[in-house]
């Protein structure tokens, strides 16, 4: 086992060693700009995908040209799924993983107002740069409620 490891540790190339050194440098700097919250949920995210058979849905492209979808299961006015796809960068994927969140058990009027101030002080806020990315998570939220609403309670089938 110990000469196992040393072996590779022996392996190890500069190159190893050189990335392993940025990767670490990276992650300094990504913990000086985003919070732990903003890091875990970008890193390992809730809710990520679609739902087949969706009665809500909403897709949004954002004023940085990422775009956001929502889908959403609702049943008598009450949200009891919803996942998110984004093509954004990680602080909207950590924005689509805790609205997503948010809204589970909510019924329609409670999820109208879900707002991106609510995604933000969950995360303990975003970098000045990265607020319009709670934005388009808000309002990817909101054009699925009102998809549904206008659709009736067939909605959106996929
Ligand atoms: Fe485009 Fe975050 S969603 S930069």
Avoid at 55 to 80: A, H, R, S, W
Avoid at 101 to 114: D, F, N, P, Q, Y
């Amino acid at each position: 086992m110990g000469e196992g490891r040393k072996v590779k540790n022996d392996d190890k190339t500069d190159l190893d060693t050189f990335v392993e050194e940025i990767e670490a440098k990276i992650l300094e700097e990504e913990r000086e700009i985003y919070t732990e919250r903003t890091l875990k949920e970008a890193n390992d995210p809730k809710n990520l995908g679609k739902i087949k058979g969706a009665n809500g849905f909403g897709k949004v492209t954002g004023p940085c040209g990422d775009t956001m979808q929502i889908y959403l299961k609702i049943e008598d006015d009450k949200i009891t799924d919803s996942k998110f796809l984004t093509d954004g960068c990680g602080s909207s994927i950590a924005c689509g993983s805790v609205i997503t969140e948010l809204v589970r058990g909510k019924s329609i009027e409670e999820a109208l107002k879900v707002g991106d101030k609510d995604i933000l002080s969950i995360l303990g806020g975003l970098p000045e740069e990265n607020l319009h990315c709670s934005v388009l998570a808000a309002d990817t939220l909101r054009a699925a409620i009102e998809d549904y609403i206008d659709k009736g309670k067939g909605g959106y089938k996929k």
